[in-house]
């Protein structure tokens, strides 16, 4: 009898039994010896038409818990339970919303089944988050043409099926999905790291901004930045001097070349504002960054082209080594670089450069009408648009053009004064960017190299053609050279090619691991943090 009526309160008040469970089950991640075991409370069929009666993605749900005759893999297990609880703790240390996937809060007046399916959803929600990010890049900005790969909800569940055959803890299973990136594991001890600074206000007061200090000046606010520069790690001691000495001079050294500014030992505008940031702000670029993986981690391929934007660095790597590396200029602000990921399929050397409308008619015009011999002077020609006919410029009144009515294409023939140079890297994109040589080499000694339409200009093409041709020929440099003397444009195809990256990485890491931090050049990073807020992320101190 008592049985009996204990099988008919369960079925009526569900929502109140698992109040109960809920208690005894946090009592146990209290205390890891309570054991709570209550099977009966828990009736399979009820379950199923429960799953049936839910949308589920894929079904992948429904599939798991038929193969388990639909009983719980969750409730009644309170040793698996309180395991997952623990890996939710740490999902803040990957920069996760820890409260998104608190299972135990959101059962709370929810029945039996509904705790199974929370718990099981919020497992399957932070594998996903860590594996792919937790945002939609392409919705943040317009400029974030980037596509996270979905998991495999059914391979997932696969694997925590077997996970009790294969005797593994839940905390590797989850884990194993974070980016492999070694990028991506020194930004968890960065933010770590951060964290401290900020609790222990490591790095004190920040240097006032209205003077330059450099070397040999003695000013009260040199003692004030070797205070600074000490509590960031950048001296060995504080001994409180107002003289810029030579141990100030080289501490600030590192300071810029970790920052990505001209490393001359002058202490100016830029220097200081870049080491008055704050540890938080820090510590929200690194929250950002470790979205930013979590979007595209690259690690798995073995041979790739990178250009950090806010870096203004493009590299070759292959098996994680970087093979080549040269400074590049990337769009103004009105005309940024777009981030995206494409396959590399060819050069041009000596291209022509068939000149964008929009630069043509915004640019170039008002200048060809003010200097008639500006087409001349750069070695450009004037086409009819929609044929191949040449028009010699002198015989045109071209003040009577405007805008809406230029008729004509501008191409630039090939030769040293080319905009593209005598050499670009083609990815064939619906953003009409590439790589590309300049005649402009001054800008690249610029600490903020935002000068381009959009392209990519780099500052050691050749040597990159070289390296890109190395996969398919015994001399590339011959190769390479043999075309470039023949001053007419021409295509060399890429047997195999390769994968190009344009990203917006503000924190990354050095040759020797030490942290390098970079400006938000385009704002970017602001509009990801928002986002991140947004889904619950917080800069946890």
Not at 40 to 64: G, I, R, Y
Not at 211 to 222: E, I, T
Not at 481 to 507: A, D, G
Request: aromatic share 12%; proline share 5%.
């Amino acid at each position: 009898m008592f049985k009996y009526v204990k099988v008919k309160i369960m079925l009526f008040f569900p929502r109140l039994l698992v109040c109960f469970s809920l208690l005894a089950i946090n009592s146990s991640y209290a205390n890891e010896n309570i054991k709570v075991d209550l099977p009966d409370q828990f009736f399979s069929h009820e379950f199923e038409v429960l799953l049936m009666t839910k949308s589920l993605e894929n079904d992948a749900l429904t599939k798991f818990y038929a193969k388990r005759l639909f009983k719980p893999f969750w409730y009644g297990e309170n040793k698996r339970i309180i395991e997952f609880k623990k890996v939710v703790d740490k999902s803040s240390d990957h920069g996760l919303p820890e409260s998104k996937y608190n299972f135990l809060e959101k059962s709370k007046n929810k029945s039996v089944y509904e705790f199974e399916i929370l718990t099981m959803e919020s497992f399957i929600s932070l594998i996903s988050d860590l594996n792919s990010g937790i945002l939609k890049p392409n919705e943040i900005d317009p400029k974030i043409s980037v596509y996270p790969k979905k998991i495999n909800r059914e391979e997932v569940l696969g694997k925590l099926e077997k996970l009790i055959i294969n005797n593994r803890s839940i905390d590797d299973l989850v884990f194993e999905y974070a980016p492999n990136d070694l990028e991506y594991r020194k930004l968890l001890n960065e933010l770590a790291r951060l964290r401290d600074v900020i609790v222990n206000n490591e790095w004190g007061e920040p240097v006032p901004e209205d003077k330059f200090l450099g070397y040999k000046l003695n000013h009260s606010h040199v003692a004030k930045l070797r205070t600074r520069l000490f509590g960031m790690g950048y001296l060995a001691y504080d001994n409180g001097s107002n003289l810029y000495d030579e141990e100030v001079k080289s501490a600030v050294q590192l300071f810029q070349a970790d920052h990505g500014l001209n490393d001359d030992g002058v202490a100016g505008n830029y220097t200081l504002q870049a080491m008055n940031v704050s540890p938080k702000t820090r510590l929200t670029q690194v929250l950002v960054n470790l979205e930013r993986i979590r979007w595209s981690d690259f690690s798995t391929e073995p041979k790739y082209v990178m250009v950090n934007q806010p870096n203004f660095h493009a590299y070759l790597i292959e098996d994680d080594m970087v093979v080549w590396k040269s400074r590049v200029v990337i769009g103004l602000p009105e005309h940024q670089t777009q981030e995206f990921s494409d396959i590399m399929t060819h050069l041009i050397i000596n291209p022509v450069w068939h000149v964008p409308r929009s630069i043509s008619i915004s640019e170039y015009l008002p200048i060809i009408q003010e200097n008639p011999e500006f087409l001349k002077e750069n070695d450009m020609s004037l086409i009819v648009r929609g044929t191949d006919q040449k028009i010699d410029p002198s015989l045109i009144d071209m003040s009577k053009f405007e805008p809406n009515n230029f008729p004509f294409l501008i191409k630039q023939n090939p030769s040293n004064i080319n905009a593209l140079g005598v050499v670009k890297f083609m990815f064939p994109n619906e953003f009409n960017i590439y790589m590309h040589d300049t005649p402009m080499k001054e800008l690249f000694f610029k600490d903020e190299r935002t000068f381009s339409h959009g392209c990519v200009r780099v500052q050691d093409p050749f040597q990159f053609a070289f390296n890109l041709l190395g996969y398919q020929e015994l001399n590339p440099e011959e190769k390479f050279q043999k075309f470039l003397q023949t001053k007419q444009e021409s295509q060399i195809n890429l047997i195999e090619p390769i994968p190009v990256n344009l990203v917006y990485r503000t924190v990354f890491f050095g040759d020797y691991g030490q942290p390098q931090y970079r400006s938000d050049i385009y704002g970017r990073d602001a509009a990801v943090f928002m986002a991140l807020q947004d889904a619950g992320v917080i800069a946890q101190i």
